[in-house]
């Protein structure tokens, strides 16, 4: 069965004005969320704080869960900058040491999921296919000509495989990915506050390094 997918804007604007007016439609959603929080979010409010015509608002959104697909466009758009730029400094990691890679990963992943679940995490959780955010950086990535996340992961563990218990270094990295994002999912959804928390991160790094690591191995130094 096909994921239920958002609603789309009616049309888009082709007019330096029209395009203003969007615009301040979506800056103004913005800020609804961040200062008064989801629960208050109605087209009416939307276009109170925007300063415009609630027809106007209709004219290009059929409601407000279509102006959020555009505020959450702009949330993964900015992520995947972010990401570009930190995953530089990981991939300079990467050769370096197993543990400050993954703490930096896990650094990352948390950082991404506390910014789309924070302003209305119903509607992310709702919907969260259509804001998936490794698939974005992996469309990123390919159309610079890198490596898959799944295949530059694959390749960072084989950099330590001397650090790691016999294995398939494929298959853990597979188990590693996909534990790592069902432990922030579900901390997303049902202990939001965890997500800030250091012990949960350091309880994540620890419970992949006890997988991937053999018994004599250890947590390495952090320097």
Known sequence: MPAEQPPQPRKRPRQQRSTMLVAAIQEACRQILEREGADNLTTARIAEVAGVNISSLYQYFPNKEAVLVDVYDEIIGALLVRARERFEEIDRL???SLELT????????IAQLRELNRLAPDFYHRYQHRFDIHARIDELACSLDNPSWEAWFSRFLGRHRRHLRPGDTDLFSLFVRKT???NLQWAALEQPGLLGS???REELLSMLLAYLQSPQEGRQPAA
């Open 94 to 96: 990467a050769g370096q």
């Open 102 to 109: 993954l703490a930096a990963i896990v650094d990352m992943e």
């Open 180 to 182: 790592l994002r069902a």
């Open 198 to 200: 250091g012990e949960f």
